[in-house]
């Protein structure tokens, strides 16, 4: 299967509108994608993956997740005997 370059820029930007959240852009940028060869499982991975990317940045961003902020939930959820 032969797929453009410019479908592979549009999957880019599909992935960084699924991120955005903006609708229209996510449209446009899938018909250009399904129209290069993508099947609609392959264009909702891909989205999936940028989601979860993304949602990987945020939490390593955070600076609230510190270590020692996480220890007492570590420890909340720890069986008790």
């Known amino acids: 299967m032969f797929f453009s370059l410019i479908a592979e820029f ?4 599909l992935a960084v509108s699924a991120i955005n959240g903006c ?8 018909q250009v994608v399904r ?3 993508l099947s609609e ?3 909702h991975d891909a989205a999936r993956i940028a989601a979860t990317i993304y ?3 945020v ?5 609230e997740l ?3 902020t996480l220890e007492p939930v570590a420890n909340e959820a ?4």
């Open 66 to 68: 510190s270590a020692a």
């Open 35 to 37: 129209d290069g060869g």
């Open 23 to 30: 609708e229209m852009c996510i449209r446009a940028h899938e």
């Open 55 to 57: 949602a990987a940045a």
């Open 10 to 13: 549009e999957l880019f930007a």
């Open 78 to 81: 720890s069986p008790r005997m």
């Open 59 to 63: 939490a390593l961003e955070m600076p």
């Open 41 to 43: 499982d392959q264009v």
